[in-house]
Nanobody, 126 residues
Framework: DVQLVESGGGSVQAGESLRLSCNASTSSFTGSGYCMGWFHQPEDIRAGVAAI??????TYADSVKGRFIISRDNAKNTLLLQMNDLKPEDTAIYYC????????????????????WGQGTQVTVS
């Protein structure tokens, strides 16, 4: 099985930036064809933030469009989320996730499920 580990969270002031990273324990995983994404969970509800397909196409939640950029570095087996112009409402735990392309339809339907989840990293904006 694959382990996803997030890093890069922290506490910042509004308007500042952070870059979250998600490293996969299995080599070449990010280039394996799985769709990768970031979810956030301010409290009880986990929701999608951004996703990137195996073909590098990207989608974003309306709340982060123009501010966040998702990318994948297959050579480093890493998923990234560049978070710019952070706002207090961005405060949440952010989770890295991966889903088999056969089940990506779940993300298209707005369902917060995945084949693999990271443990989460806290982002606090004040």
């Amino acid at each position: 099985d694959v382990q996803l580990v997030e890093s890069g969270g922290g506490s910042v002031q509004a308007g500042e930036s952070l870059r979250l990273s998600c490293n996969a324990s299995t080599s070449s995983f990010t280039g394996s064809g799985y769709c990768m994404g970031w979810f956030h969970q301010p409290e009880d509800i986990r929701a999608g933030v951004a996703a990137i397909g195996s073909d590098s196409t990207t989608t974003y939640a309306d709340s982060v469009k123009g501010r966040f950029i998702i990318s994948r570095d297959n050579a480093k087996n890493t998923l990234l989320l560049q978070m710019n112009d952070l706002k207090p409402e961005d405060t949440a735990i952010y989770y890295c996730a991966a889903v088999h392309p056969d089940r990506y339809v779940a993300w298209e339907r707005g369902l917060s499920l995945a084949d693999y989840w990271g443990q989460g990293t806290q982002v606090t904006v004040s």
